[in-house]
């Protein structure tokens, strides 16, 4: 399967693909782990023909971070921020604004598919005619922006409101008025736009649409939109007794929600990584007979044939992992600090780039000579993993955020325990998931965030109780074997994809809501 290179043409013979994958901010312009992801899945997958929309935030050109695998047979662009301008004017855009506006507003209140299901009927039958002129810049938007304000969120700054109403309409249409690939299947990454794209999918063609996702959207939004400082709060401070209004980041809180039950009610199936993810996807309305796990896998063969190298060394630990804070390296060195008390010949390692926030490793090193590791912790910069991890003992997490880190996979597959913070899919990995039969055991230990008491001690007692550490090891490697093998997943998406290419086409209409 030959790849193809940046600036060539795709192919397109007019049959529909099989598979429609909508990314938003993702693969194939920026690098990490979830394009990562979506490039396997493409590869693993080399029977099927795939189309890519890449939903962009403006038309800046970019660079691909990944060359294209040559069953890619489309890739489109549809710009959140920068929309397609379209005609100058139209005819009827009193009517079609009259029609939008109910729905509009529900959208921005938590709104059903029934409700993006009415835009799309106001919207469908006039993509040829309408644009960003048209529906953000003529007086017609005027008006119902101004309608709409008054109608939601009076008591906050009408300027603020502007800049809203642009944004989530503009991202909006942007969605609902660009060219939607032909495909039997249509896979996006998220919620969000990608999933508004999906929902369209399903809406229009009766095509399956399901949703793989890794971090939960809606709840990424939140955290962001709550700490944005650009959005003012506008709730009255005195008059506490008066009934508490709503302000602009309830409006774009309340629109992401929107989209994603469009996308729940829409989807056939409703994926993620992990249990943890489950309950929030309940909250934000997924139908729990939809939900469905299927984690990330790792070439476990290529992992598992590491040899071991335990002669003439010390008792070792690492933790694997960019230098930067979102990793918490500080509370890992504090932790070896505490198993170097129990351990007196450690080793620990740290081996992963410093030049992402060259601050932030200064102050590491800073921090492990205060606390006279010098001869005791090592900073190995990038290193190939499977150069070292015949040689580690241990590994450690001590993340304040994670989804799925496969690097407790990696060197489970190998037989090397881990200590991880209770981030992520961390607990299910090491401890197994609510369901497993027959319960295989812990295969390390879970930790609070930042507290490197516990962490070291649970790093010194694998080191020093080799009953517990070859238990552990023996459950983490056959966890990942059965659990995580990445061929098993890749068979998994392939059944997936293969029973929707073949299913009968059923719109999810109203009903579905």
Not at 150 to 158: K, R
Not at 280 to 290: E, I, N, S
Not at 417 to 445: F, H, N, Q, W, Y
Not at 482 to 496: E, F, G, M, W
């Amino acid at each position: 399967m030959a790849d193809f290179e940046p600036g060539l043409d795709f192919a397109r013979d007019g049959d529909p693909v099989d598979v429609c994958l909508l990314l938003e901010g993702t693969y194939p312009y920026v690098s990490g782990g979830v394009s990562t992801w979506v490039n396997d899945l493409i590869r693993a997958q080399s029977h099927l023909r795939f189309h890519c929309v890449a939903l962009l935030a403006d038309r800046k050109e970019r660079a691909f971070k990944y060359p294209i695998a040559g069953n890619v047979v489309g890739l489109a662009h549809v710009y959140l921020q920068q929309p397609d301008a379209g005609p100058s004017s139209a005819r009827g855009l009193r009517k079609l604004f009259k029609n939008l506006q109910p729905s509009l507003l529900s959208i921005q209140g938590r709104g059903t598919i029934a409700d993006l299901e009415r835009v799309l009927s106001v919207l469908a039958p006039r993509r040829a005619d309408l644009g960003a002129e048209t529906l953000l810049n003529s007086p017609e938007a005027w008006r119902t922006l101004v309608r709409m304000y008054e109608a939601t969120v009076p008591d906050c700054s009408f300027l603020d409101y502007f800049w809203t109403w642009r944004a989530q309409l503009g991202g909006l249409f942007a969605c609902l008025l660009a060219p939607l690939p032909d495909a039997r299947v249509y896979h996006t990454i998220s919620t969000g736009y990608a999933g508004l794209m999906a929902t369209r999918g399903a809406l229009e063609t009766g095509r399956p649409c399901f949703v793989t996702e890794h971090g939960i959207y809606t709840n990424e939004r939140r955290i962001e939109i709550t700490m944005a400082d650009w959005l003012s709060s506008n709730r009255p401070r005195a008059l506490a007794v008066e009934r508490e209004r709503r302000d602009l980041k309830d409006l774009w809180i309340d629109t992401f929600i929107s989209y994603s039950q469009c996308l729940y009610s829409a989807a056939r199936s409703i994926v993620t990584l992990y249990e943890g993810n489950q309950a929030m996807q309940r909250r934000d309305g997924a139908p729990p007979g939809r939900l469905r796990i299927i984690p990330n896998g790792i070439d476990y063969d290529a992992y598992a044939a590491v040899p071991r190298e335990d002669a003439g060394r010390p008792p070792t630990v690492a933790l694997i992992g960019r230098v930067v804070p979102i990793k918490d390296i500080k509370t890992f060195i504090r932790a070896v600090a505490v198993a170097h008390r129990e351990v007196p010949d450690l080793q620990a390692l740290i081996l992963g780039p410093e030049d992402e926030d060259p601050a932030y490793a200064a102050e590491c090193k800073d921090l492990a000579r205060m606390l006279k590791l010098d001869g005791t912790l090592r900073f190995m910069g990038r290193q190939k993993l499977t150069d070292w991890l015949g040689k580690i003992d241990a590994l450690a997490l001590t993340s304040v955020s994670e989804a799925q880190p496969l690097v407790i996979l990696e060197g489970g597959a190998a037989g090397v325990p881990t200590v991880a913070t209770d981030v992520g899919a961390c607990r299910e990995m090491i401890e197994g998931r609510s369901e497993e039969s027959p319960a295989l055991g812990p295969g390390g230990e879970v930790t609070p965030l930042a507290d490197p008491q516990t962490t070291g001690r649970a790093l010194a007692r694998l080191l020093k109780d080799k009953d517990w550490h070859a238990r552990c090891s023996a459950a983490i490697r056959k966890r990942v074997e059965i659990l995580y093998n990445k061929k098993s997943i890749d068979a998994v998406y392939r059944d997936l994809y293969e029973e929707y290419r073949q299913a009968p086409d059923k719109r999810p209409g109203v009903e579905a809501a």
